[in-house]
């Protein structure tokens, strides 16, 4: 990156505003901020002070630090995947800061007890073909094609494949809890 390159695109406004259906007009009304600086922000022609990034930022429900983050950030990141097993369980993964996706497949009969390790996060099981059995603390419950369930990943839990399964595993990472 140059020097005189900007770090910060806050033409991800324009994105935002247009993505609401409002005019730049209704923003700085709405914001407090002028018409002028926020054209200008959009436009990457002035620097964002901290006071207008939290003032713009809760017109899009979101915080200063996550508008500048979106400022900051290239808007597509892309990853590679790893493979692994874990108990007859074969894994396709990717990863990301908030969330990793597990694409699986299971013969009959293999058995995993929390295939991935767990973090703080939600968990989403999605059986795209065959059938699978999910174990949780207090419930058992079979998943069909189509099917999906939601949990606390923290939970002690375990896959059984009743019959050759394909599925998709979601790790949702939890927002902070203080």
Known sequence: MSEDAPKFDFSVLRQLRKGRGMTIDEVSKASGVSLAVISKLERNQTAAEIETLFKVSRIFGMSASDLLALAESPFAHREFECSYNSHGFKFRRIRYGNVMVLLGDAEAGAMASR?????????????????????????????????????????????????????????IRKEKRF
Do not use: M
């Open 115 to 171: 295939p991935e390790i767990h973090h703080d996060d939600y968990e989403v099981c999605w059986v795209l073909s065959g059938r699978l059995r999910l174990t949780l603390p207090n419930e058992t419950t079979e998943l069909s094609a189509g099917e999906s369930l939601q949990f606390d990943a923290i939970l002690e839990h375990r896959y059984e494949a009743i019959d050759d399964a394909k599925l998709i595993i979601l790790h």
